[in-house]
């Protein structure tokens, strides 16, 4: 009876079918989706309901049901496909490709039956058939990457071979899909798998004097996938890339205005493939790519200069940005485009080949930032260009031998000063801090910056003058040059002095935490850091630095930010007290109670959580007696403080939607819970959190930090080791069913779509794995 009844109910849905056939228009699509609830509806009751005969009947009904729904749309798939030829009008063509799309976008099974019945191929046919119809062509494309994603395109390049349209639709819709891919956060085409092949298919299209939008699109396909990639730029030029390239520009000179597209994109693609990789710019110079940029720059206007410009520097280093404002000096924005150009070149790793015009470059820049101050022009880009070299010179030439280099000097302690624009003065102090801070010798000489800083840090803001994020930044600048000049000490006086003003004391919070930072990789064991970064770290200034962070914290305990800077300024001072030195209680006290007051905070508490790990990591990196007494009394001071409850509720409120933004801080709070509640915790959040991968990930990390730097928690518990082998051994093993039952799922698609290997691992699960198996390793040799 239970049988018949869900029969009839199927019979029914499908003779609602039957009964529609004659509405057309919106009606139709009203009573469709009307129809689909129906069908949804029955097929969740068939997967809830419990009791038999029932579950069994209904299960079958609905079985019959969706296969005479999937029959019929497969048999409306293949009818498209079939009917997929030059014989009907390219827009009857278009609707057809529009709808096999939005099939195979919404359906797994649709995209298998589309692919499994050699759609690629079919969809280029009818490309290679309309090369008229743009709009198809797209439509054409999209449908081949909804059947193989990245994969498609460089299938596609191949099938439509000698329709130069139909690449041309595939050059840019790989663009697109980069930019757009660039828009949510991700990385781009540059990280495809099929990267090097798409190269390599794109050059073999890119044809000098084929059609402008093949051209182009190509030009700027190839950027998308060579930018940050040394080693496919030199497969590019390894294939004649770089000839193609400059052939692209000549051409586009020689068409004159319709050939500025041509020379700005393909001026656009030469930095990609020089960054980073000096035998191909040594390359493109060998092939005369210096002249063809200058002529193609020199006959275009606007925002191509910059390009050239850009171009050209990375091609032929400052000195030839350097030569063609010389002698392109009357055309319009030339001189502003080579300062703004050489200001970002001379701030980045200086190819060998240009060392030796370091010289001749300081002197030019020198002249052309006393000639931009005199007229009041460009004064910010001349002075950062000319900071940028100076940066490289100062670390080999002693102050008053070399008088172009005392001058330059001299110009930026000047642009410090309090009458000058925020612009001018940021680019001066800039190039103050990174000459102080990589010269030792120099450093002296700058002291007579520090009255302009001091000045231009107690200077009220001028209204309009820069928004408050600016404001804000430079204030930040300003107090690092001066940490950089006159030492640590000098910026906690300041803040001693102006203990009120929340601005500044995050500004100088976050110097202090900049000039730390700088120091991290190499902290001091003990005593003065003579001769590193322009800071004294002896124990009588760390524990001021200390003390005032403290009172500043304890002040402003509604600024987020501060706090943040705070916490992580008392981490790192902490690292730099001696090893025998006990925990400041004041800085410990301070950062708990930041804590508490924030725990819903997130910045703060990931502050807090950094700040509360560097106290209880060895200082140095090293185990001593002393030190492993002094983090037992660290430990004891957290758990008297009763600690652990905070950092539980923490951990608990964000484990079920933590992702990699939030390892860091899982990791750090693990680690405190780990060494002030024990190991059990790290165990039973690892348990639970079968469904993170963050978590689990984070919670091996830190198993295996505590396990490697104590070993004697493992001695304390003789059954730890055994507790811990069998709670990391279910993670590995639910791991792999997790990967198994992924790929089973999407598997077909997976093999059929992409011809990647069934049953490869994510990226996450190889993490969790490898982590797991180096866990493992070392419990078993506790």
Not at 27 to 45: F, H, M, N, P, V
Not at 59 to 73: K, N, P, R, V
Not at 609 to 619: D, M
């Amino acid at each position: 009876c239970c049988f018949q009844t869900c029969l009839i109910v199927s019979r029914s849905v499908m003779g609602v079918v039957e009964q529609t056939n004659h509405i057309v228009g919106e009606d139709w699509a009203a009573a469709a989706a009307d129809i689909l609830g129906a069908a949804g509806a029955l097929a969740e009751c068939s997967a809830q309901l419990e009791h038999e005969p029932l579950k069994a009947a209904v299960g079958t009904a609905t079985q019959e049901l969706f296969s005479h729904i999937e029959g019929q749309c497969r048999c409306f798939v293949s009818m498209l496909l079939r009917s997929l030829d030059a014989s009907d009008a390219h827009d009857i063509v278009y609707d057809k490709l529009w709808t096999l799309r939005a099939m195979c976008h919404r359906s797994e099974v649709a995209r298998r039956w589309v692919f499994e019945a050699e759609g690629l191929s079919m969809v280029a046919k009818v490309m290679i058939a309309f090369p008229q119809h743009p709009s198809l062509l797209q439509e054409g494309v999209w449908l081949a990457f909804s059947l193989a994603d990245t994969n498609a395109f460089a299938k596609m390049f191949r099938l439509v071979e000698g329709c130069q349209l139909s690449q041309a639709a595939i050059a840019w819709a790989i663009v697109d899909l980069a930019r757009r891919q660039r828009d949510k956060g991700l990385v781009g085409a540059s990280e495809w798998a099929e990267a090097d092949e798409l190269v390599v298919c794109i050059l073999e299209a890119l044809n000098p004097q084929g059609p402008p939008d093949l051209v182009w699109g190509c030009l700027s396909a190839l950027r998308e996938l060579i930018d940050g990639h040394s080693d496919r730029a030199m497969l590019f030029v390894s294939k004649g890339g770089a000839e193609v390239v400059l052939r692209v520009l000549k051409n586009g000179q020689e068409a004159g205005r319709d050939g500025s597209s041509l020379m700005l994109a393909g001026m656009q693609l030469i930095p990609s493939l020089v960054q980073g990789n000096a035998a191909v710019a040594q390359t493109l110079r060998s092939m005369g790519a210096l002249e063809v940029l200058v002529a193609c720059g020199l006959s275009l206007k606007g925002k191509a200069t910059d390009t050239m410009m850009w171009a050209l520097g990375q091609v032929g280093g400052i000195l030839a940005v350097l030569q063609v404002m010389s002698t392109a000096s009357s055309e319009p924005g030339a001189l502003e485009s080579g300062l703004e150009t050489i200001a970002r070149l001379a701030w980045k790793p200086l190819e060998e080949a240009f060392q030796s015009h370091l010289l001749q470059v300081a002197e030019a820049l020198l002249n052309l930032a006393q000639q931009a101050f005199c007229s009041d022009t460009s004064a910010a880009p001349s002075l950062q260009a000319l900071g940028g070299v100076l940066n490289m010179l100062t670390p080999y030439i002693e102050p008053g031998k070399w008088q172009v280099l005392d001058e330059g000097v001299s110009m930026l302690i000047d642009a410090s000063g309090p009458n000058h624009t925020v612009s001018v003065v940021s680019a001066a102090v800039s190039s103050l801090g990174h000459i102080a801070a990589h010269s030792k010798m120099w450093r002296e000489p700058l002291s007579r910056a520090v009255q302009n800083i001091r000045q231009r840090i107690h200077r009220a803001p001028v209204p309009g003058e820069a928004d408050a994020a600016t404001s804000a930044m430079h204030q930040r600048e300003l107090f690092w040059t001066y940490s950089m000049i006159a030492g640590v000490p000098s910026v906690l006086e300041e803040m001693r002095s102006q203990i009120s003003s929340s601005e500044h004391q995050e500004a100088a919070l976050a110097a202090i935490v900049d000039t730390l930072e700088a120091n991290e990789d190499e902290p001091a064991s003990c005593g003065r850091d003579e001769g590193r970064v322009g800071i004294d770290l002896s124990p009588e200034v760390v524990n001021e630095a200390l003390a005032t962070i403290s009172l500043s914290m304890r002040t402003h305990v509604l600024n987020a930010d501060l706090l943040w800077f705070g916490c992580r300024a008392m981490g790192l001072l902490h690292q730099h007290m001696p090893p025998t030195s006990p925990l400041s209680v004041e800085a410990l006290d301070v950062v708990l109670a930041t804590l508490k007051q924030h725990p819903d905070q997130y910045q703060v508490r990931r502050g807090a959580a950094a700040a509360l790990r560097c106290f209880l990591e060895p200082r140095g990196g090293r185990c001593t007696a002393i030190t492993m007494e002094l983090l037992s009394s660290a430990v004891e001071a957290l758990r008297a403080r009763q600690l652990a409850s905070t950092l539980r509720r923490i951990v608990e409120s964000v484990w079920q939607t933590a992702n990699d933004l939030d390892r860091e801080m899982l990791e750090d709070i693990m680690y405190i819970l780990g060494l002030v509640d024990g190991l059990d915790i790290i165990l039973k959040v690892m348990a639970n959190s079968r469904t993170n991968a963050t978590v689990r990930s984070a919670s091996l990390a830190t198993l295996f930090e505590l396990v490697r730097t104590f070993p004697e928690i493992l001695a304390r518990q003789p059954s730890l080791p055994c507790e811990i082998r069998a709670a990391v051994q279910t993670v590995a093993l639910e791991t792999r069913e997790s990967d198994v039952h992924a790929t089973t799922t999407t598997g077909i698609t997976r093999i059929a779509l992409t011809g990647r290997a069934c049953g490869e691992e994510s990226q996450t699960s190889a993490e969790i794995l490898r982590r797991a198996e180096l866990l493992l390793g070392m419990v078993g040799t506790a």
